[in-house]
């Protein structure tokens, strides 16, 4: 199967700091890519939609000079947390869609958990 | 708007019983997919099925089948005899599909946790 590669998997830092986050298809050619957000024991909501070459679609809510997104090639999408802080601390996951295969089925990377202390 | 409603928070079975999920979801589009993703306890999401909402055959694939009913908006999934593996928040989801190819973020329910206990 498709597969999502989501670095780093952990990342505690202090509070003030930016973390970046990267999501790599491996062994296919995503077109695009999705962030997700999910709070303990609760479910998963989309930050943004991330498109190779052009400027990410944030969903009404976010802050998008917060969280920055750089989709700067068909294999790699990066998520910037800026001047991050405690309430920022959360598991952020992100998908990528198969391109030229079946269309909109979301393959996920193992995600990320952001402690800001 | 789309909703994705799961009821059941968690439900807690011995092994070999059978399991069934409840799936239901409100949309305008006239066509979507549906899906279901088992998040075991590392974090992954794993996809185990897409249904096109002028599909409604159901589906079997070993121990897991989905019963998908349009006329009552519901996508319900069963394990049949299950495993202690099969422990894992399992998440139903939908997103709208497009004719040009374009593809949405999915819209998810708020998740089911399956224990099953040896």
């Known amino acids: 199967g498709a597969v999502v590669s989501q670095h780093p998997s952990w990342v505690i830092c202090k509070s003030g700091t930016s973390v970046k986050i990267e999501c790599r298809s491996l062994?296919?050619?995503?077109?695009?890519m999705f962030w997700y957000r999910q709070f303990p024991k609760q479910s998963l909501m989309l930050m943004a939609t991330?498109?190779?070459?052009?400027?990410?679609?944030?969903e009404q809510g976010v802050e998008k000079d917060k969280f920055l997104i750089n989709h700067a090639s068909l294999t790699l999408s990066t998520l910037t947390v800026t001047s991050a802080h405690p309430e920022d601390s959360s598991f952020y996951i992100c998908?990528?869609?198969?391109?030229?295969?079946?269309?909109?089925?979301?393959?996920f990377g193992a995600g990320t958990r952001l402690s800001v202390l | 708007a789309q909703k994705v409603t799961q009821a059941q928070t968690e439900i807690s079975v011995v092994e070999k019983e059978d399991v069934t999920l409840d799936c239901v979801y409100e949309?305008?589009?006239?066509?979507?997919?549906l899906f279901w993703y088992k998040q075991p306890p590392s974090g992954e999401l794993v996809f185990l099925i897409r249904?096109?909402?002028?599909?409604?055959q159901n589906e079997i694939s070993g121990r897991y089948s989905w019963n998908f009913q349009k006329s009552t908006s519901s996508f319900n999934f069963t394990i049949t005899a299950s495993q202690v593996v099969d422990s894992a928040v399992y998440f139903c989801?939908?997103?709208?599909?497009?004719?040009?190819?374009?593809?949405?973020?999915?819209?998810f329910g708020k998740g089911t946790h399956i224990i099953i206990h040896p």
């Open positions: 998908s990528a869609i198969r391109l030229a295969l079946a269309k909109n089925i979301q393959y």
């Open positions: 249904r096109n909402s002028f599909d409604e």
């Open positions: 991330s498109n190779e070459g052009s400027k990410a679609t944030y």
């Open positions: 062994d296919f050619q995503a077109t695009t």
């Open positions: 949309t305008r589009d006239t066509t979507y997919y």
């Open positions: 989801a939908l997103s709208p599909m497009y004719s040009g190819g374009g593809a949405d973020g999915l819209t």
